[in-house]
C-alpha cells in the first residue's frame, strides 16, 4: 500500500512558477514509476510526465514543451513536478500517481495508487 499526498499547488499569475511535491508512504517509493497527472473543470485527466524507478528515465506529454520538469527523491519518497512559464490554460486538479504495472505510464488506468491532488491557478 503506497499513501501520496500533493502539495505546492496555488495561486500564481501567468508566467510564474510553482513546484508541486508528492511525498509517498512506505519503504517501496524507489520501486514505483511516479506520474503526474491533470484535469481540468469538465475534461477528461490528462498525463503529464513520469519517471520511472529505475535511472529515473523520464517522459514528457508533447504539449508540454519543456515548461515542466520532473525529478524524484528516493531518499525522501518524494516526487516533484517544476512548472515554469504557467499558462491559465494549465489551471487545473494536479495529480500524482504510483505504478508497478511495467508499462502504459503515460495512461491513468497504469497507476495503483493516487494522490488527493492540489489545485493550480493561473491568472491572466
Known amino acids: 500500500q503506497v499513501q501520496l499526498v500533493e502539495s505546492g499547488g496555488g495561486l500564481v499569475q501567468a508566467g510564474g512558477s510553482l513546484r508541486l511535491s508528492c511525498a509517498a508512504s512506505?519503504?517501496?517509493?524507489?520501486?514505483?514509476?511516479m506520474g503526474w497527472f491533470r484535469q481540468a473543470p469538465g475534461k477528461e485527466r490528462e498525463f503529464l510526465a513520469f519517471?520511472?524507478?529505475?535511472?529515473?528515465?523520464?517522459y514528457y506529454a508533447d504539449s508540454l514543451k519543456g515548461r515542466f520538469t520532473i525529478s524524484r527523491d528516493n531518499a525522501k519518497n518524494t516526487v516533484y513536478l517544476q512548472m515554469n512559464s504557467l499558462k491559465p490554460e494549465d489551471t487545473a486538479v494536479y495529480y500524482c500517481?504510483?505504478?508497478?504495472?511495467?508499462?502504459?505510464?503515460?495512461?491513468?488506468?497504469?497507476?495503483?495508487?493516487w494522490g488527493q491532488g492540489t489545485q493550480v491557478t493561473v491568472s491572466s
Open positions: 500517481a504510483a505504478s508497478r504495472r511495467g508499462r502504459d505510464y503515460t495512461y491513468a488506468y497504469a497507476y495503483e495508487y
Open positions: 519517471i520511472s524507478w529505475i535511472y529515473s528515465t523520464t
Open positions: 512506505g519503504r517501496t517509493f524507489s520501486t514505483y514509476t
